[in-house]
């Protein structure tokens, strides 16, 4: 069984950019989460989606975005790069997206780099 | 709002050494708390989990026990292995935020030979 595959694992961007990164979940599961990872913040709460809506959301500005589609991939699009977007960015699936179940599995990441 | 609150690392331990990772979490309601683990250059693992109090989770040889009284689920090892080098995060979730999980900092462990 495929795990979860995140696009493009490493790009490099410079600051007023826009980029988006793909997710695709594990097969069968509906819920995507985005995480943020940072040296200093550490790991930070994005959003999640539960079929194609959004459940979920943390406590970022509004150039980060993220939708869901019919087939539960999922893509993020962050707008108008700053240096401290530059973070290691985390995709995680899970089958219902009810929390008693406990388990997220997660992507290797995403790495971007904002010069 | 809802946080956790791990010990800082790096944490050095010499093989077959028992490991105690501390971690502390505050929360309205009744969460369920995991230990995720990041080896180099890989995303989240579980490690394990537990959803109630007094509950013990345990896995490939950690254990973490649910605490209610002292909102804390600390993580042990017996007997580490070189292979253990990772960095470990203790992390919660309310069941009324859905998915959102609430991440420690993470505690880098190195185990030397």
């Known amino acids: 069984k495929a795990g979860v595959t995140q696009t493009p694992r490493y790009l490099i961007k410079t600051r007023g950019q826009q980029v988006t990164l793909s997710c695709s979940p594990i097969s069968g599961h509906r819920s995507v989460s985005w995480y943020q990872q940072t040296p200093g913040q550490g790991l930070q709460f994005l959003f999640e989606?539960?079929?194609?809506?959004?459940?979920n959301k943390g406590n970022f500005p509004g150039r980060f975005s993220g939708r869901q589609f019919s087939n539960s991939r999922s893509e993020m699009n962050v707008s108008t790069l700053e240096l401290g977007d530059s973070a290691l960015y985390l995709c995680a699936s899970s089958l219902d997206g009810r929390s008693d179940t406990g388990e997220l599995f997660f992507g290797e990441g995403s790495r971007l780099t904002v010069l | 709002g809802d946080s956790v609150t791990q010990m800082e690392g790096p944490v050095t331990l010499s093989e077959e050494a028992f490991l105690t990772i501390n971690c502390t979490y505050t929360?309205?309601?009744?969460?369920?708390l995991f230990w995720y683990v990041q080896y180099p250059g890989e995303g989240l693992q579980l490690l394990l989990k537990a959803t109630k109090a007094d509950d013990k989770g345990s896995n490939k040889g950690f254990e973490a026990t649910y605490r209610k009284e002292t909102t804390s689920f600390h993580l042990e090892k017996g007997s580490v292995q070189v292979s253990d080098s990772a960095v470990y995060f203790c992390a919660l979730s309310d069941r009324a935020a859905g998915n959102k999980l609430t991440f420690g900092g993470g505690t880098r462990v190195l185990v030397k030979p």
């Open positions: 989606y539960f079929s194609e809506t959004q459940r």
């Open positions: 929360a309205t309601g009744y969460p369920s």
